[in-house]
């Protein structure tokens, strides 16, 4: 029934240590999103593959990083996080980039010690 | 990026409507008004979404202005499941979404 996974649900991670954040779909979408959530924020969006085309947006820092290897999974990679990094992160997706529906997963809360 | 802008937060009694407002001054004329709810510790969840006519679904209606210039969420009968953070988004042609601030709904039992 899930159609946006995100796995773990709760992740901790040390500072300055890589950490992987990953998102499947069953919805057979085109488009997949990472938005960055802090705490008591409204999502801000990191970046979106429009099926293997990488788009960021200019104020993501480049300690983020995603990799898409087919059209199910997608990656979020932070290459050392800070304690500024700790948020919830979310994955979603859409059929199209064309004013669709985006369909969000639970967020993984990410905690950097 | 087109801006949205909503009260912080708002009440509501239980089983009663709710209207909930957003600006969007600087909409194009190819923009999307969408709106989406939060709950806590969840991803956002789609609402509805219209471009210039008012919109209805089993969640919820938009009531879109004339000028496009701003909208108007509404509940008709709010529960206390309703109770949650209401994002109203403007998307264009690219369909990435930048949130504004939200309205956080509560409702009184």
């Not at chain 2, 912080?8 to 008004?33: A, F, K, Q, R, W």
């Not at chain 2, 008012?54 to 969420?73: C, F, P, Q, W, Y």
């Not at chain 2, 949130?99 to 509560?106: K, M, P």
């Amino acid at each position: 029934d899930a159609m946006v996974i995100q796995n773990p649900r709760y992740q901790v991670t040390q500072f300055g240590k890589p950490v992987t954040l990953s998102c499947s779909q069953t919805l057979n979408h085109n488009v997949m999103y990472w938005y960055q959530q802090k705490s008591s924020q409204a999502p801000k969006l990191l970046f979106h593959y429009y099926d293997k085309d990488f788009n960021n947006e200019a104020d993501t820092p480049d300690n983020f990083q995603s990799r898409r290897p087919n059209t199910s999974f997608c990656f979020l990679d932070i290459r050392s996080p800070g304690l500024g990094d700790a948020a919830m992160y979310l994955c979603a997706t859409s059929r199209d980039g064309q004013q669709e529906t985006q369909y969000f997963g639970p967020g993984t809360r990410l905690l950097v010690l | 990026d087109a801006k949205t802008t909503q009260p912080n937060s708002m009440e509501s009694n239980e089983e009663e409507p709710v209207h909930l407002p957003c600006n969007h001054s600087t909409i194009s004329g190819t923009d999307y008004i969408h709106w989406y709810r939060q709950l806590p510790s969840q991803g956002p969840e789609y609402v509805i979404h219209g471009l210039t006519s008012n919109v209805n679904n089993r969640m919820a209606s938009l009531a879109i202005a004339e000028d496009r210039k701003s909208s108007t969420l509404i509940l008709h009968r709010a529960t206390l499941r309703d109770a949650a953070v209401y994002y109203c988004i403007l998307s264009s042609t690219g369909n990435q979404f930048y949130f504004g601030t939200g309205t956080s709904l509560t409702v009184i039992p």
